[in-house]
């Protein structure tokens, strides 16, 4: 079946910093490509989603940016705080949105 | 306000029981989803709704029955339970496919 690839599983950076996650994929029908935050025992929450008519789409500190031919999406946050400790998914839909898989995820550590 | 909601929060049972967890959203939402998170935090899709017609089984044992009685409700009905039931189940809502999914606070089954 389609899968997502992620990476990095595990990532430590210093407060301030900037921290990048990417996504591969293989099937070339998807669409929509959402990230989920997921902090410890709570939810998973989206915090930013980009379609395949745009290339990059920010939100304050927080940006996505698509590569359809390449077959990559990426997360970029950047000033990381304490608060941006959580695991994080990336996601795609398959079969025009009645279907997603998601990223193994990646487990982001923002050290004070 | 509790946009998407699902209980109970906690599932303690023996193994052969039947359980059932349930799911409310008072989004308006037409498409709901069963997702399931096992201990390596992997989340994998189960079933998909739209407006209380079965569109996803994501090859999931035909013990597991969704139920959607309306729109807003979505529920999860287990038989004979076994060990590898044990995660945290979730249920999400969006206004469709391609659109963001709103998750629930998950449901953790364990399975003694």
């Known amino acids: 079946g389609e899968n997502v690839e992620q990476h990095p599983s595990t990532l430590s950076v210093q407060e301030g910093d900037s921290a990048v996650i990417k996504c591969t994929y293989s099937?070339?029908?998807?669409?929509?490509f959402p990230w989920y935050k997921q902090e410890l025992g709570k939810r998973p929450q989206l915090i930013i989603d980009i379609r395949s008519n745009v290339g990059e789409k920010k939100d304050q500190r927080i940006a996505v940016t698509l590569n359809k031919t390449a077959k990559h999406f990426s997360l970029h946050i950047t000033e990381t705080q304490p608060e941006d400790s959580a695991v994080y998914f990336c996601?795609?839909?398959?079969?025009?949105?009645?279907?997603?898989?998601f990223g193994p995820g990646t487990r982001l550590s923002v050290l004070p | 306000d509790t946009a998407v909601s699902q209980t109970p929060k906690y599932l303690v049972t023996q193994m052969g029981n039947d359980k059932s967890i349930k799911c409310e959203q008072n989004?308006?939402?037409?498409?709901m989803y069963w997702y399931k998170q096992d201990s390596k935090k992997f989340l994998k899709i189960m079933f998909s709704y739209n407006n209380k017609e079965l569109i996803i089984n994501e090859t999931v044992p035909n013990r597991f029955s969704p139920k959607s009685p309306d729109k807003a409700h979505l529920n999860l009905h287990i038989n004979s339970l076994e060990l590898g039931d044990s995660a945290v189940y979730f249920c999400?809502?969006?206004?469709?496919?391609?659109?963001?999914?709103?998750f629930g606070d998950g449901t953790r089954l364990s399975i003694l």
């Open positions: 999400a809502s969006s206004l469709g496919g391609n659109q963001p999914q709103h």
């Open positions: 989004l308006g939402h037409d498409t």
């Open positions: 099937d070339s029908a998807s669409n929509y």
């Open positions: 996601a795609k839909d398959l079969n025009y949105g009645q279907n997603f898989v």
